[in-house]
């Protein structure tokens, strides 16, 4: 094979390499989610948390990580879902919002995936209204709907939209 041959496939593979986006899965009753991972800072358990009076039912509470303070948010209950039985251990990520940092509640941290953003298609119609106001569109996967999280939809709160 020739030199210039090979320098130019490397270029076509870089190429679309580049092109795909890459989203964290998570699991929230059983329908796999994608956060952008360009968003994401940890994944951790979560524990420990201090209630805050007054806050969004939303809000979890607050916890520490790693000396910061997080503002722990259930995604159950911002998708209108009931919390899930507690089994002892709370996977959350972490994402930055605004100069603040928060803890993403889900029920499990599945995979990192590359897809190729030309596929994103917008949100089924018959997708709940709730769920799609925090959807970005979703990804067809061979057997599963992969909706992808807007981040800033789900971070921004009622309380903050009236301000």
Do not use: C
Not at 61 to 76: D, K, M, P
Not at 120 to 132: E, G, M, T
């Amino acid at each position: 094979m020739s030199p210039n041959l090979a320098n130019t496939n490397n270029n076509a593979d870089a190429r679309s390499f580049s092109a795909h986006e890459d989203y964290v899965t998570v699991l929230v009753a059983g329908q796999m989610l994608g956060l952008p991972i360009s968003r994401v800072h940890d994944v951790f358990v979560a524990s420990d948390m201090t209630t805050v009076p007054l806050a969004p039912p939303e809000i979890v509470g607050l916890l520490n990580l790693r000396g910061r303070v997080v503002t722990a948010v259930s995604l159950r209950r911002r998708l209108g879902l009931p919390d899930a039985e507690s089994n002892g251990r709370r996977m959350a990520v972490g994402l930055e919002h605004k100069g603040e940092s928060y803890g993403l509640l889900v029920d499990e941290v599945g995979e990192v995936l590359k897809l190729n953003p030309d596929d994103l298609q917008p949100n089924p119609v018959h997708l709940n209204r709730r769920w799609a106001g925090l959807s970005g569109g979703v990804h067809q996967l061979q057997n599963r709907l992969l909706i992808i999280i807007d981040v800033e939809a789900v971070l921004a709160f009622e309380t903050q939209l009236a301000a």
